[in-house]
């Protein structure tokens, strides 16, 4: 009788013997495999982990226990032992099951995946919030060899190494990815066997120095050295050790028992455990085994279908150069940056001081940064929670994934990173934080011009990137009093939420009692008949100078500060540009696909349905997005730039004059 028809989920499988295990990963392979001749689909890599996904739901108690999938592609078999083996034939077909994990599937499905690197950094940072919660589920993650060897699964690992927390890696190691498996770290892995004489040779070690009399503690000191030599000379696995993560090795992938027995030890073991299992890709499948490349992911030819599936055989604009200030946290900024910090406290400290007494009576709130803990300001929240501060080192990528896991465990993760540093983790960002649609604050510290650092330090690309993402809010406040505000709405919500602000010192404002901002509530800072200026950011200071500048000349001009970039304060937008002769919007931004082509496709939207707003013409202020921003102050760079008040100013002038040239247009005229 067929084993897998009968379960209901994962527990069902500690009622089977090993000999029924072995039939079940039989009948799982031959599943997968007919499905995929029909649906195609990830074929070689879920093959080869049947066995492993057997002994992980029986040892862990899923989905209490979370077991991380990195890539995802390998997760067939977990799908079918998850109660979803009758829409199985529905394999990446519209509305069926999809091809990696998805939440929206299961209560299994931990995170949803598809991208290589990703697990480790999620895994930990479920670990640290149960830690943090005092919880007791117990979490794994399976690794392949080849996404191991990503910069982002490095980062993790030398994070993981440095914190001890409590968690089982599994290293799946068929020496492949979707090709073989390149490179000096792959080489490291192939070389590790298992070693069972090295173990006993090194218990009999141990216990011999047990025996001798003990002369001294310069003799027993010696002992201790030497049998420390010998083991990280010899020792498999040494590289992780080192990491500060223990490792067990080789175990054989497709022997039930040996999985069973190591994976159950394992995950008894304090701090975070390696357990390096090895493979074959395509297991159980001839044809896949043979062709591990172009069974990867593949459309099976209709003989598939009667192919038997074969048992495992032991289971059956440039300036006059100035000094350059250093983005390094303990560089001290110019003279005249300084003394303008001395004058106003900047965002970020008033950043910083906010969390910190957000923090005091939500304790889910926790802090990341990658190596600038005091240029960010997060110094500060260290010294007053050191238990719920992250300080991954130079390491973008893994923050942002790190805080994913932290949000899905339950945390309130904000990560405080700089604008220019942050376009690292743009995948992170999107696949991970985003389509998981975790509330995740993202502290866009520097956003807009930075000045002496130059071309790679200018926080001018991260809002158009970040403008397309689903899920996402982005918000920016006017002054620093609103930062607050902001800062309150975006912990309120259960949304990823950018966070951007400036390096500058703020306005001095008198402090006001923050208030949570309805998300996507613009305000109407004053109101005007001829234009509106719509602008985003602290840059709205400014365009309201701008303002004052050309009513002088005659122009009644309103202004709406539009905190939010996504989404868009639609109607109050619409209903304050309605008869307007032309609408411009401001950011200290790339004008390329930012804040201002959102406002111009929203108005162009309207125009189809609204005669209204036709005659209307719309002008993007930004940065020109045709060069690189060199370095230079911030003022003389606003200056060259024109996004002073008085530049902005000259720039609606010459808009207004553009238009009167325009034929047709020409009725329009100041006043």
């Not at 799946?172 to 006993?200: C, H």
């Not at 985003?536 to 001009?557: K, Q, Y």
Request: charged content about 25%.
């Amino acid at each position: 009788m067929p084993i897998l028809p009968t379960l209901q989920g994962p527990a069902d499988l500690r009622g089977l013997d090993e000999i029924e295990l072995a039939q079940l990963a039989v009948e799982i392979r031959e599943t997968i495999v007919r499905t995929v001749a029909i649906t195609g689909g990830h074929l070689g890599s879920s093959l080869g982990v049947v066995e492993l996904t057997i002994a992980l739901h029986r040892l862990l108690e899923s989905p209490r226990d979370r077991i991380v999938w990195d890539t995802g592609h390998q997760a067939y078999p977990h799908k079918l032992l998850t109660g979803r083996l009758e829409r199985f034939a529905t394999l990446r077909q519209l509305d069926g099951v999809g091809g990696f994990p998805r939440r929206s599937e299961s209560e299994h499905d931990v995170f949803d995946g598809g991208h290589a690197g990703t697990g480790l950094s999620i895994a930990e940072g479920l670990a640290e919030a149960r830690d943090l919660r005092h919880g007791l589920e117990r979490i794994a993650v399976v690794v392949g060899d080849a996404a191991l060897m990503s910069g982002l699964s490095l980062e993790a690992l030398n994070d993981i190494g440095v914190r001890r927390t409590q968690m089982l890696i599994i290293l799946n190691d068929n020496e492949m990815s979707i090709s073989p498996t390149v490179g000096a770290f792959s080489k490291y892995l192939s070389e590790i066997k298992l070693s069972r004489s090295w173990r006993q040779s090194k218990s009999a070690y141990d216990r011999t120095v047990e025996r001798i009399p003990v002369v001294g503690p310069t003799v027993l000191e010696l002992s201790r050295r030497l049998r420390k030599s010998v083991v990280n000379f010899a020792q498999p696995g040494q590289l992780f050790e080192d990491l500060g993560i223990t490792y067990i090795g080789v175990v054989p992938g497709h022997d039930l028992h040996a999985l069973l027995e190591t994976l159950g030890r394992a995950l008894d073991l304090p701090g975070p455990t390696i357990v390096h299992v090895r493979t074959q890709k395509g297991r159980g499948y001839r044809p896949a085994e043979t062709d591990q490349v172009g069974f990867h992911g593949a459309a099976l030819p209709p003989m598939a279908l009667v192919r038997p599936i074969e048992a495992p055989p032991e289971a059956i604009p440039a300036t006059a150069a100035m000094p350059t200030e250093s983005m390094s946290e303990d560089a001290a900024p110019p003279a005249r940056v300084a003394e303008a910090v001395k004058k106003h406290p900047n965002y970020t400290a008033v950043f910083a001081a906010e969390l910190i007494d957000l923090a005091k009576s939500d304790r889910r709130i926790v802090g990341i940064t990658a190596g600038m803990p005091t240029g960010t300001g997060m110094a500060r929240f260290q010294a007053e929670f050191p238990n719920r501060m992250y300080d991954v080192g130079i390491a973008e990528q893994h923050s942002i994934a790190l805080a994913t896991g932290l949000a899905m465990g339950g945390m309130r993760p904000v990560v405080a990173l700089y604008s220019t540093f942050l376009q690292r983790a743009f995948d992170q960002t999107v696949h991970d934080v985003c389509q998981n649609d975790q509330p995740v604050l993202i502290a866009v510290d520097r956003a807009g011009l930075v000045g002496e650092d130059g071309t790679s330090h200018q926080g001018m690309f991260t809002l158009p990137a970040q403008r397309q993402l689903p899920n996402l809010v982005i918000a920016s406040p006017r002054d620093e009093q609103e930062l607050r505000s902001l800062l309150h709405t975006a912990l309120a919500q259960d949304h990823p939420f950018a966070l951007h602000y400036p390096r500058d010192a703020g306005f001095g404002l008198d402090p006001v009692t923050p208030e949570i901002i309805p998300v996507g509530r613009g305000e109407v800072l004053r109101e005007g008949d001829d234009l509106l200026f719509v602008g985003f950011g602290p840059i709205v200071r400014r365009a309201l100078d701008a303002a004052a500048l050309l009513e002088g000349e005659g122009w009644s001009i309103g202004v709406i500060n539009a905190r939010f970039a996504r989404p868009l304060d639609r109607q109050l937008i619409l209903d304050q540009a309605r008869g307007k002769r032309m609408l411009v919007t401001f950011e200290e931004s790339v004008a390329i696909g930012g804040f201002g082509s959102g406002v111009l496709e929203l108005l162009e939207e309207a125009r189809l349905a609204d005669p209204a707003f036709r005659d209307t013409a719309v002008r993007i202020i930004g940065i020109p997005g045709e060069r690189f921003v060199d370095h230079g102050s911030v003022a003389d760079l606003r200056r060259v730039l024109r996004l002073d008040a008085p530049g902005l100013a000259a720039q609606v002038r010459e808009a207004l004059d553009a238009l009167r040239a325009t034929p047709g247009l020409s009725e329009v005229a100041a006043g």
